[in-house]
DNA sequence: ATGGTTGGAGCCCAA
């Protein structure tokens, strides 16, 4: 089962780009992120004519989550628990059932935390805590368990061009990484590290000052796995070549290969 | 190089 994650960056404005890549990539399960409408004018049908299903959790003009699946899609969850009063459009998942087997699959789009003086860094820092304390619950279950999404999160100097440049960014500062190898430390899997050793490999690069010619790029973008789904883990993979395209989103695909 | 670009809204915000 092939799963990808993929922040669109308006699915709408991006659609010609987006269902390229599902024809040419043939994933059974994509978690999308900032699809930027709502969850009734999101363009179903499209999908639908290439054999998919869509679970769809947006808003208006911000965010926006969804579960694009090739097999039926069960016990659908919308919103991260833990605040009745965030409104914000985040968080999707639900169960892929399948013939060789069910996985669990979500799709997170969590804050970007800029800038970190503002009240949005400690909102971002919240909804980190937030998701760790509903992955405990998921993981009680030992499902076959696959997170993905923009987590918003550089794990390691590793994964940003120049860690100098990105020291005090919301994304790569020692709080918000804490929360990602908290996320790690519960037991679950990074797809792509397990898979790939070759540092320096990304999946976002700014439309600005001409990050993607000078390879400008970092690594938030990630599918992270229960020991049961790590157990089934063939391969992961960065379809770089996306950003290159004309009128690219600025993140790019990211897929793994589970064995059911 | 304290710049630069994109999308969705609506005369700026978020990324």
């Not at 769809?56 to 965010?63: A, E, L, M, R, S």
């Not at 935390?113 to 971002?124: L, V």
Request: aromatic share 8%; proline share 5%.
């Amino acid at each position: 089962m092939k799963i990808a994650t993929f922040n669109v960056n308006s699915v709408k404005a991006r659609l010609d780009n987006v269902l390229a890549w599902f024809k040419e990539a043939a994933p059974d399960v994509v978690c999308l992120q900032e699809i930027k409408c709502e969850t009734q004018s999101f363009p179903r049908e499209a999908f639908e004519a290439l054999g998919y299903n869509c679970a769809i959790h947006g808003q208006k003009t911000y965010n926006g989550v969804a579960l694009i699946s090739k097999h039926k899609i069960e016990d659908i969850r919308e919103g991260l628990p833990g605040d009745k009063s965030d409104e914000q459009a985040r968080y999707i998942e639900g169960v892929i059932a399948t013939k060789k087997g069910a996985v669990r699959v979500a799709s997170i789009y969590a804050p970007n935390g800029n800038p970190p003086e503002t009240e949005k860094y400690p909102y971002k820092l919240k909804w980190m805590d937030r998701l760790i304390a509903h992955t405990k619950t998921l993981l009680v279950d030992e499902e076959l368990l696959v997170l993905g999404g923009d987590y918003n999160i550089i794990p390691t100097a590793d994964d940003v061009y120049d860690p100098k440049a990105w020291a005090g960014d919301a994304l790569f500062k020692l709080e918000s990484r804490q929360k990602l190898r908290r996320m790690l430390n519960l037991g679950l899997t990074d797809a792509f590290r397990a898979c790939n050793a070759k540092p320096h490999q990304y999946t976002f690069w700014d439309y600005q000052a001409g990050a993607w010619q000078k390879d400008h790029g970092i690594r938030i973008d990630h599918l992270l796995l229960s020991p049961q789904a790590a157990d089934r883990l063939k391969t992961c993979v960065i379809d770089q070549k996306v950003r290159g395209r004309e009128k690219p989103s600025d993140h790019v695909p990211i897929w793994c290969e589970l064995k059911l």
